[in-house]
Nanobody
């Protein structure tokens, strides 16, 4: 079983920034594409962004486009989600998930079922 772990959540004021980080335990880090998801209390889980195993392709949800950026450093075994210009409606638990690279396509990565999930990290944005 591949273990996935997120970090970097916190509390910020509207307009602020945070950087979330994600790693997983598989020795072949670049065997997996990575997706970021979020879930606010009382709401369904929402896909935020995803990135291919190499980092060459990404997808970003319309709700965060222009404010959130996904990237990865396979040497460091990390995937990052940069959150800029945060809004109170971005408040949620953010989850990182890993998808075996053969299942990845940037046109579908926001909709497919991921293989392994982290426990989540809380982001709270105050107005």
């Amino acid at each position: 079983v591949v273990q996935v772990a997120e970090s970097g959540g916190g509390s910020v004021q509207a307009g602020g920034s945070l950087t979330l980080s994600c790693t997983h335990s598989d020795s072949h880090f670049d065997d997996y594409a990575i997706g970021w998801f979020r879930q606010a209390p009382g709401k369904e889980r929402e896909a935020v962004s995803c990135i291919s195993f190499s980092g060459s392709t990404q997808a970003v949800a319309a709700s965060v486009k222009g404010r959130f950026t996904i990237s990865r450093d396979n040497t460091a075994k990390m995937v990052y989600l940069q959150l800029n210009n945060l809004r109170p409606e971005d408040t949620a638990t953010y989850y990182c998930a890993a998808l075996y690279f053969l299942k990845y396509d940037h046109t579908t990565c926001l909709r497919v079922t991921y293989d392994y999930w982290g426990q989540g990290t809380q982001v709270t944005v105050s107005s």
